[in-house]
């Protein structure tokens, strides 16, 4: 018996289980170190997967994050638990076990409850674990709790479960930051605001961006033609091709970043992107972000508003954009507070999710203080493809 003071070693977050005599807790390393025997107890009739405390507390990414435990709130015994990690958008499940005595009591479908909870949470797509072929008792519980057979890997039945449906909506930007890129892989469709209207005066998203320029954060505009009466859509305006804005971009990424660690791999592929002979807003700002993607081999689905026949306006209009995707989960950025009704979404049945991406620190060729919010451009200069795609899964 652990004794209920012992809690105090899991993350102090709270899942609903639905049941007052227990709950579910987000579970830290200490927790484990002093519950070890109740750990291994629970899980010693798992078949080859017999582990130690080395093995429950092997350095893995999210951990801590994903890996939830049930308590008895009265006795302060361990009922169950998972340990999981994240690999790319998924969560992986390595260890999941419940006490015999609290076995057919419905725990291992509320753990896995719980565990969605934080999946969708955090706006990722799928939850992950490997079965025995023999057991086929395990199988079958993970059937009934969604889980699908995906193929057979290294002698095991590899099995996944989608965890809710996220898109997410967003106008497409002028070689836009990290941050941007991180909302489009934790969705399962990004949806470009192609239809969205244009900043009637200076410069936007659509046109603008942030470089490192003298080592300082400073906007580059590509002009854009203003020759139009009233408003009008992003996926209607063109470049303002009478000033060489292509030349002067590639000649500032020329002067600005060739002492770059990853320039030369950068600036060739750089170059044939910017060059790009499209004068369409939309359609060029799109074509360079998927030429990014596919660059960091990140999947992606991507599609336009344009072509979804959405009349409604603000909040109602990403529901529309939401709903017409397929979704069950709305991924929103963190400006989106001023100007949206939350409350909407849950009223329309949606799961609304900040993404709260913060970006990680990365070597600016020196710079004394680190510049954060730039395009991506500076972060595949300084990082390089894969280093690129390192920082955008390790924050997932």
């Known amino acids: ?37 109740s750990f291994c107890r629970i899980a010693a009739d798992i078949p080859h997967e017999e582990w130690v405390l080395d093995n429950y507390l092997y350095d893995l990414p999210d951990k801590w994050l994903n890996s939830v435990a049930l308590i008895n709130k009265i006795s302060g015994e361990l009922a169950g638990f998972i340990i999981a990690s994240t690999k790319e958008s998924t969560v992986h ?32 797509h799928k939850i992950s674990l490997y079965i025995d072929p023999q057991n086929t008792g395990a199988r079958k519980f993970y059937e009934r709790n969604g889980f699908a057979f995906i193929g057979d890997k290294e002698g095991m039945c590899y099995f996944e ?18 941050g941007y890129f991180d909302k489009i892989i934790r969705s399962d469709i990004f949806v470009f605001l192609d239809d969205a209207q244009l900043q009637k005066t200076g410069g936007g998203w ?17 002009p854009v033609n203003r020759n139009f009466h009233g408003t009008a859509t992003i996926n ?86 939401t709903k017409k995707s397929g979704g069950n989960v709305y991924l929103c950025g963190g400006g989106a507070g001023g100007y949206q009704e939350d409350h909407l979404f849950s009223e329309a049945g949606i799961d609304l999710k900040y993404q709260d991406f913060k970006p990680t ?28 795609r390192q920082l955008l899964y390790n924050g997932t």
């Open 361 to 388: 620190v990365y070597d600016q060729n020196g710079m004394e203080k680190f510049i954060a919010g730039l395009s991506i451009i500076d972060v595949i200069m300084h990082c390089g493809f894969e280093g690129t």
């Open 93 to 124: 499940i390595h260890k999941f076990a419940v006490d015999p005595l609290y076995r057919s009591r419905g725990f291992g479908e509320t753990l896995l409850n719980s565990l969605e909870q934080i999946v969708r949470a955090r706006a990722l």
């Open 161 to 178: 479960k989608q965890a809710g449906f996220v898109i997410a909506i967003h106008q497409p930007n002028f070689f836009p930051w990290l």
């Open 236 to 321: 209607n305006i063109t470049f303002d091709e009478k000033v060489p804005w292509r030349d002067k971009l590639i000649k500032t990424l020329e002067l600005n970043y060739r002492k770059a660690a990853f320039y030369n791999e950068a600036i060739n592929f750089l170059k044939g992107v910017i060059k790009y002979p499209e004068q369409n807003v939309a359609l060029y700002n799109s074509y360079c972000i998927r030429a990014i993607l596919d660059q960091l081999k990140m999947k992606s689905n991507l599609v336009v508003a344009s072509g979804m026949n959405v009349t409604e306006n603000a909040t109602e209009r990403l529901i529309v954009i």
């Open 206 to 222: 659509s046109n603008r961006v942030q470089l490192a320029i003298a080592g300082e954060a400073k906007w580059f505009t590509a």
């Open 1 to 37: 018996m652990m004794g209920t003071q012992q809690i105090t070693g899991t993350g102090g977050m709270v899942l609903n289980n639905g049941d007052g005599a227990y709950e579910i807790v987000v579970i830290k390393p200490e927790f484990v170190e002093q519950n070890i025997n």
